[in-house]
Every structure is written in structure tokens, then in C-alpha cells.
């Protein structure tokens, strides 16, 4: 499969999710396979969906979720989708989270 790039651009047309779970380190796997799951099968086709990346802490009790969205609104409009409810309900179960839509305002390269 070829890679694929989330660009990350300043002032896009596109919102930022960045939500921070935190877990217990026996369950840091557990919780990434879930999201990953969810992105493939059920995020990924939402309306609005344009990428997530899924990162893993080194102190095992962190996963964060990097996910670009079309619009604030089609953000909402997944979290009361039937199917994407159904895919996160289990992380409630074991993991806290803090999530937030950003808007990118500098990115710097060297």
C-alpha cells in the first residue's frame, strides 16, 4: 500500500481534532486497535472525514488521535452518528479523554 501524508498546513479549510486518551499502559494497545479500527471501518466513510493519526506515548498511558475534518460541524455530526457510537462506547469503559478542534495557525520546516 502506498504511504499516505496528513499535510498540516497553516489557516487550512479544514478543522484539527487533537483528543488525548488517557489509559492504563496494560491497555495503551487495546486502545489504539480500537481507534484504528474505528478509522478504518466507520470514521473514514463519515462525511467530512479527511485523515486521523493515531500516536502511542513512550509512558504507555497516553494515545493521542491527530484527525483532520472537513468542518466543526461534520466533527459533531460523527459524534451522534449511530455506527460511530457504537465503535466508541467500549473506550469509555477504560480510557478518559480530552478532545478539542483546533484550528492551525503556523507550521514551521527546516
Known amino acids: ?30 486502545l489504539v486497535e480500537i481507534l484504528v479500527e474505528a478509522t478504518d471501518t466507520v470514521m473514514s466513510k463519515i462525511p467530512g472525514f479527511i485523515s486521523a493519526n493515531i500516536h502511542k506515548s513512550a509512558d ?9 475534518w472537513r468542518s466543526a460541524e461534520d466533527f459533531h455530526n460523527m459524534l451522534i452518528n449511530p455506527a460511530a457510537k457504537k465503535h466508541m462506547e467500549p473506550i469509555h469503559e477504560f ?16
Open 95 to 110: 480510557a478518559t479523554y480530552d478532545a478539542h478542534i483546533y484550528g492551525v495557525v503556523d507550521v514551521r520546516h527546516v
Open 1 to 30: 500500500m502506498a504511504a499516505k501524508t496528513t499535510p498540516i498546513v497553516a489557516n487550512p479549510d479544514y478543522v484539527t481534532l487533537i483528543n488525548v486518551f488517557t489509559v492504563e499502559p496494560k491497555d495503551q494497545d487495546r
Open 60 to 68: 504507555g498511558v497516553r494515545v493521542a488521535n491527530y484527525a483532520q
